[in-house]
């Protein structure tokens, strides 16, 4: 790219712009990090922590896709696996929300994403890990901005890319079909095969660094965008000994008590105030501690474990990346900030119907979940709602719920050297922010301005966060303005945020199927509902969801929600997003034979047609 030609997209950047490392962990809780009241051994990160600002009111979307690259506001439910199984069922089918605009399964091109735009303004832009936006090539990163990408394109995979070979009639069980095939994308293409000794969070941070390498090897002066999203900590809850050893014998007391020792140092840290009130554990689906036998406890215990290492290695590659900035003199100039997409996964799938029978005896067939062997590639774990929720408190619940559990992550930021900050480092903030301020926050530091309403001939969306830049110089007091108004939706899960006030509809079986009111500033935990206590102000922000589900473009998939429409014909067939059956015999030999047209369908007055 020419200097004429990357300069064109730029309004009033100085000669030496920022660069920017983007760091993404997936599924991580809260007090995970050592930074963030945890024990798990992240000594890279907690470097960026205390050269930087650490957030404790920072949010993203309840699940990973729409928190990716800070740009989108839509969500796509992969499948009814984490719809509620309780209450007024008929309206909890994701069906109604299948090829709606901002429900087609990967991301449309109502959206111009970050990395588009900073490549168009002269920037290199580059990302190695997970994608989760479309699974076929013109979905692919290549596709939407970045100049180069090492992409891991399905929502979850084995970390090891271990694939289990099959013996004569057996198939993979339905729940397994999109979480065990290490699928990635290098550029343009398919890649064919992993290098040996594959481990995801390695392997995607070997493939940063060459990136970055290659770009001082050619001299290129460019600035640089580095998006770095990593596919752990998720299960399948897989690490290398050498990070599992560290934690042998470390949760031994169970997740209770790992719970009261984090909340502790959260208070001690400044991370939460010291009278607290933590939501009580919901996880009825599963036995408490004193209820396990002493090899349930060993083998639950040894899952947190290879869980800990998870976030150990990532926090390993960070270094490496990091250091290698610091060791070419560019870390100076580069604004880097990390988070996790969600709150942490604490579904108990063993107690699933789609997993119990054929998944659990497949698991038993072709993989070694004993203890010696758990966290190795032929192993395949998770570890449940009890330890899920000693990362989320004091909040309620956890990933795929509005509540602030799934929706409230760790994020901190360190500024560029030349910026005018005057926040002292090692710095926290309770300021209310959310993913959606990343990309109006990253455009002001590179003098790029979002061009909406079109770009490139096409219509797009407006950004709807606010650029956290003024508050961080110290310009602005605040990154929202009070009355600030924030909505989510994911699975019939919904919350409405103005202000410290915030509403929340959980249905049945977590919560009580209709609307609660919370006040944040006294009662983070979401404990204390006060719709019967205020029900002018629940009035008041109902009335406020219901514009927003008309803004944004919300599919209710419940009357409480706003104007539910039941499903068209078309709509109703669970795999009908399924863009490219890449587990399918012979599919990744022959992509195109594999592939199908996606549905897609709009609302017009009060029923849902083809688009």
């Not at 920022?18 to 907690?46: K, Y």
């Not at 740009?71 to 069922?89: K, V």
């Not at 390695?202 to 990593?230: T, V």
């Not at 003098?447 to 110089?473: D, F, I």
Request: contains cysteine; hydrophobic residues 35%.
């Amino acid at each position: 790219m020419s200097e004429s030609k990357a300069s064109s997209g730029t309004d009033g950047a100085s000669a030496k712009r920022p660069n920017f490392l983007v760091i993404v962990a997936d599924d991580l809780g809260f007090s995970d990090l050592s930074c963030f009241g945890g024990e798990i051994r992240t000594p890279n990160l907690d470097k960026l922590a205390s050269n930087g600002l650490r957030f404790t009111d920072f949010h993203a979307a309840a699940a990973c896709s729409p928190t990716g690259l800070g740009n989108l506001i839509e969500w796509t439910n992969r499948s009814d696996q984490n719809a509620p199984s309780e209450g007024e069922i008929k309206h909890w089918s994701t069906a109604p929300q299948r090829g709606m605009p901002g429900y087609e399964g990967y991301l449309n091109e109502r959206v111009v994403t970050l990395p588009e735009l900073l490549h168009d303004a002269g920037y290199l832009t580059v990302m190695a890990g997970k994608w989760h936006l479309g699974l076929v090539p013109e979905r692919f990163p290549y596709k939407r901005g970045f100049e180069r990408s090492f992409a891991h394109l399905p929502a979850c995979s084995n970390h090891y890319a271990y694939e289990p070979q099959l013996n004569g009639q057996d198939q993979i069980p339905g729940f397994m079909t999109m979480s065990f095939i290490a699928l990635h994308s290098e550029d343009g293409e398919y890649v064919k095969k992993l290098p040996q000794e594959w481990y995801s969070s390695n392997g995607y941070g070997d493939k940063m660094l060459s990136y970055l390498k290659d770009r001082k090897a050619a001299k290129d002066e460019r600035p640089f965008f580095a998006y770095f999203p990593f596919t752990a900590p998720h299960w399948p809850l897989q690490a290398p000994d050498e990070f599992i050893e560290h934690y042998k014998g470390v949760y031994d007391d169970g997740p209770d008590v790992l719970r009261a020792r984090r909340l502790q140092k959260m208070k001690d840290m400044g991370l939460c105030a010291p009278d607290v009130e933590p939501h009580p554990v919901i996880a009825d689906e599963v036995k408490g501690w004193k209820n396990l036998t002493a090899e349930e406890k060993q083998k639950s215990c040894k899952a947190m474990e290879v869980f800990a290492a998870m976030v150990e290695c990532i926090d390993r590659n960070v270094g490496k990346v990091v250091n290698y900035l610091e060791e070419t003199g560019e870390l100076d100039n580069t604004f880097v900030c990390f988070m996790s997409d969600n709150g942490a996964e604490g579904a108990a799938y063993e107690a699933y119907p789609i997993v119990q029978g054929s998944m659990l005896q497949h698991l038993q067939k072709y993989y070694d979940n004993s203890l010696d062997n758990l966290g190795r590639g032929n192993s395949f774990i998770w570890y449940g709602p009890r330890w899920a929720q000693a990362a989320t408190a004091p909040s309620r619940l956890y990933k795929a719920f509005t509540t602030e559990g799934g929706v409230r992550v760790p994020f901190l930021a360190k500024m560029p050297a030349q910026s005018s900050s005057s926040i002292k480092p090692g710095s926290i903030t309770n300021q209310f922010s959310t993913i959606m301020d990343l990309a109006p926050t990253i455009l002001e530091m590179a003098g790029v301005k979002h061009p909406a309403p079109t770009y490139q001939n096409r219509e797009v969306v407006h950004m709807r966060g606010a650029s956290m830049l003024p508050y961080l110089e110290s310009t602005n007091a605040r990154i929202h303005p009070e009355d600030h108004i924030t909505g989510w939706e994911t699975c019939g899960r919904a919350a409405l945020r103005h202000g410290s006030f915030k509403i929340l509809f959980i249905p049945k079986p977590k919560g009580p199927e209709k609307w609660q009111l919370y006040d944040l500033s006294v009662d983070p935990g979401e404990i204390h509902d006060l719709a019967e206590q205020q029900p002018e102000k629940m009035e008041k922000m109902v009335k406020m969801w219901e514009q927003y589900v008309l803004e944004i473009g919300v599919v209710p998939l419940a009357p409480a929600l706003g104007q539910w429409i039941e499903a068209t014909e078309g709509q109703m067939p669970e795999n009908a997003w399924m863009e490219y059956e890449y587990w399918k015999d012979g599919a990744r030999d022959e992509p195109e034979k594999f592939r199908k047209d996606l549905p897609r369908f709009q609302r017009v007055g009060d029923v849902v047609k083809a688009r």
